[in-house]
Each structure stands twice: as C-alpha cells, then as structure tokens.
C-alpha cells in the first residue's frame, strides 16, 4: 500500500469514527437514519469492500473477525462490537478466489450479495430487529465541477448507475436505478463533511456515455460499490447512506 493510500484509509476510519460517536450519541441520529423511524439506533452495519480501506476503522474500535457471521462459500468477512450501546458490524468482501487472482472482491456483485446477506443475517441471526442502518463507506473519486478536492469526505444525497445503458423504457429507468441515500445535513454539519450524489459503476476508468451518465445524475462522486449496496439495503427496508472520502478527481 502507498503511503498516498494508507493515509487514505486512515482518513476514512478517523470520519467514520467520527459518523460513530456523532449518529449514536447526538439528538441527530434519527434524523440522519431515517424519517418514518421512531426507534433508537441499536445496530448498525458498515459495508466497506477493501479490508485495506476497513482495517483502520475496525482496530480503532476494537472489533473482532466473526468468522461464522457469513456462509462458508463466499469470501466475505465479518467484523463485530460495540459503540457505546451501538452494536457494529463491519462486512468487507474479502478476497477473489474464484478467478484465482487473491484481488479484493471489488465492484458491484460482491458489493450486493455481501450486504443481503449481512442485513438478512442480523435480522434472522439476532433478536429479529435487524439493522437499523446501513452504511457504505469507501474511497472515491470526486469531482471538481462540485466542489470535490482529494482528502474531502462527502456524505451522500443519493446514488445511481452511470454504467447500465439500456435505451429503451423501463429499463433505461431501471439501469440508473437511482436511490435516494438517508437524511444526511444534520451528520454532515457536525462532522465537516460536504453532501452530494454518488454514481457508481464497475469500472475506474470512465466512458463518454458513463460521463454523460454522471453529469446527468449530478455525480460529486464516483465509486463502484454504492449503488449495489442501496439496493440490497432498500430490499430489506434498512436506511443507508454513504462515506466517501476523495481519493482523486474525475474531471481535473
């Protein structure tokens, strides 16, 4: 890992450290989780793809690998505690092993799958309540047109595919898939992070018609994980929101 990379990462565990001790201590909490909830946040589970871009974050809050948490087929890993009266899980998708390539499971599959499984987990494996928030925290790459600078954390709005072209109605609908993140103003003003629209798609490189797709979307952001995750958040009912912290910019 560069050390680029590494302080990176440990900018992202000092945020999410800090999203912690703000959204399970403050007043602002159900305002940052969801609207139509009443209910105190009691559980909550952090989907994060790279176990590099988690690492920081779980040893800063002392959590340990629960290594029963996941189907033994797939690769995910699971890492649990507690903040304050706040349970934790942290899931990372844990690494290839079916191309034979030991890489990071990245992109939108993996993404999916790990974060069904994770909220089907603790709502079936628990007390039956489940999570009560989900979120999605990784790098990113930001744009300048939006205010982005690398090193920003941006709490996200909303999220949608800039990948999916299919051009013709529902689906042209349907491949942006866009989702609406949880209220997040409250919890951005406390920690210093700015907001805006997250896009997502598989690859780290761009094409003209992703660029289009961004542009329309009004992408602060870009990554490949987040849209994924909403959708298996939104098929379980959980709320979700996303961490972004700018690794490099898109447009500059």
């Known amino acids: 890992m560069t050390a680029i990379g590494h302080r990176h990462f440990v900018r992202l565990a000092v945020v999410l450290a800090s999203t912690a001790s703000a959204k399970f201590s403050t007043a602002s909490a159900m305002s940052a989780a969801a609207s139509s909830s009443s209910r105190a946040i009691k559980s909550v589970a952090v989907s994060i793809a790279m176990e590099a871009e988690a690492s920081p974050f779980v040893k800063h809050l002392g959590l340990t690998a629960d ?30 092993g079916v191309y ?52 920003d954390v941006f709490l996200t709005t909303d999220v949608a595919n800039h990948d999916r072209r299919i051009p013709f109605p529902p689906f042209d609908v349907y491949g942006i898939g866009k989702v609406e993140s949880a209220p997040v103003a409250k919890l951005a003003e406390e920690i210093g992070a700015k907001t805006g629209t997250c896009t997502t798609g598989n690859s780290i ?48």
Request: hydrophobic fraction near 40%; proline fraction near 3%.
């Open 205 to 252: 490189d761009k094409h003209d018609w992703d660029q289009r797709h961004m542009e329309e979307n009004g992408a602060a952001v870009k990554d490949m994980e987040y849209a994924a995750i909403a959708w298996s958040a939104e098929l379980n009912g959980v709320p979700h929101f996303g961490v972004k912290v700018v690794t490099d910019i898109v447009d500059g």
């Open 67 to 96: 290594d029963d948490f996941f189907p033994p087929e797939v690769p995910f890993r699971a890492f649990r505690g507690s903040h304050g009266e706040c349970q934790l899980t942290v899931v990372t998708s844990g690494k290839d």
């Open 100 to 151: 034979g390539t030991g890489a990071d499971n990245v992109g939108t599959v993996s993404a999916g799958l790990m974060t069904f499984l994770a909220l089907q987990k603790l709502k079936n494996g628990g007390d039956g309540s489940g999570a009560d928030l989900l979120i999605n925290a990784g790098t990113s790459g930001g744009f300048k047109s939006k205010g982005a600078a690398v090193g």
